[in-house]
């Protein structure tokens, strides 16, 4: 990973840690889900879910900016239209994500991708502790949508915490999806990340246009999964 890369993995997650507590998650008793856990009756086409920080969350951007949307509209020219479900949160570790993905996973999943860790990187915490949550994450989902394909997106830690740091840092994503029996997708910003006209004024979250082209990324590595999910919707095994 680059410096300017890693320069911008610290302040994206500086950024994030900033937008909304952590401990945002689950609605309080008797409060409405959000509008896009809604579950969708009669819905004939695979149910993506993303559970992730602000990046997938879209912070600064309209909702039908953020990647998930984009990936919605990649799908449908590709042919394989399919539901997309925003969960993303704002400031979230590992830790948080772990908190809430019960609450997520309450509604169905066709695909499920997860994408945490960065916050985790910037306030050093203990890669065994992102590694112990990340494997808990992926057994939970195994547990409460046993049908679903699930996806770790990569994640880079800055290097101001050393190499080893960020080299063990990196080095959690492939052994947990290894371990999860989940697909591993490309680092989120590749191709984004310290790209001045592709962020926000914060130089840290992508603008619309970064929107797209991270959505181009994950839409490269979801796709497989997707047809696989409609493959076996459509072969009844759900």
Same mark, same amino acid.
């Given at each position: ?62 909702? *039908? ?54 916050? *985790? ?16 994450? %992926? ?50 910003? *590749? ?33 497989? %999964? ?13």
């Amino acid at each position: 990973m680059s410096v300017a890369l890693a320069g911008t993995v610290a302040a994206c997650t500086r950024a994030s840690s900033a937008d909304t507590p952590e401990s945002a998650g689950p609605p309080a008793a008797g409060a409405e889900a959000p509008a896009s856990a809604t579950p969708v009756v009669g819905a004939a086409r695979p149910r993506v879910v993303f559970i992730g920080t602000s990046l997938t969350a879209g912070l600064g951007l309209d909702p *039908d900016s953020a990647y998930p949307a984009v990936v919605g509209r990649l799908a449908a020219a590709a042919g394989t239209p399919v539901d997309v479900v925003n969960a993303g949160v704002s400031g979230e570790t590992s830790a948080g994500a772990l908190r809430r993905v019960d609450w997520v996973l309450r509604e169905p999943a066709d695909v499920v991708v997860i994408e945490t860790g960065a916050n *985790d990187g910037l306030r050093g915490q203990s890669v065994g502790s992102l590694r112990a949550n990340l494997d808990a994450i %992926l057994a939970r989902v195994r547990r409460d949508r046993p049908a679903a394909r699930v996806a770790l997106v990569q994640m880079e830690a800055p290097r101001n915490f050393g190499a080893g740091y960020t080299d063990r840092f990196h080095a959690v994503f492939p052994a947990a999806a290894r371990t999860g029996g989940a697909t591993l997708f490309p680092f989120l910003l *590749d191709g984004v990340a310290g790209v001045p006209r592709l962020n926000q004024a914060d130089g840290v979250h992508p603008t619309a246009e970064g929107a797209q082209r991270v959505g181009a990324t994950v839409w490269k590595a979801l796709r497989p %999964l997707v047809a696989d999910a409609e493959r076996a919707r459509l072969a009844g095994r759900g």
